[in-house]
């Protein structure tokens, strides 16, 4: 039996139905207890693309800002070589599942089109189980997954553990 991460307090459906949403951006269960260590979608790049998504010199410089990516703000940390782009709570708020969901995939659409135009992205952009990705999590991107979760739910089977995966 597979378990999801010591800290996902979502149900193995929202899960699975955010990940399957997202073609770029990947959902990250963090620890927190520091500053700007909360959940996020998050993507990882190589800081080639830095042009592309129109990075301000002062990010660049600093190590870290904030950018606009389809007119949502988008925490940018530059590392190693890399860009990591993290869809969190909106400058300094909490992380709050539904909410940073829809704003992730409003950002995910522009950079799913950046990876169509040639911008290699690092998946998954986290390694660990903490990061719900097709390398960690592959069943969740099998259409018998979801199908199984949602009859299971409907003809009323308990989980043992909601977290649990099947």
Known sequence: ??????????????????????????????????????????????????????????????????????GENVRATISSGEIILEVAGAKHDYFIFDRELARARLIDVELARLAAGGVSFIDPPEMGRRCVSPTEYPEIWRPSFLNRLRARLRFGVKFVDDRELV
């Open 1 to 70: 039996m597979r378990t999801y991460p010591y800290r996902f307090s979502y149900t193995k459906l929202e899960l699975a139905d955010a990940a399957r949403s997202l073609s770029i951006l990947r959902y990250v269960g963090r620890w927190g207890g520091y500053a700007h260590d909360d959940d996020a979608f998050v993507a990882r790049l190589s800081r080639d693309a830095a042009l592309t998504l129109a990075i301000p010199a002062a990010v660049l410089d600093s190590g870290q800002g904030w950018i606009t990516i389809a």
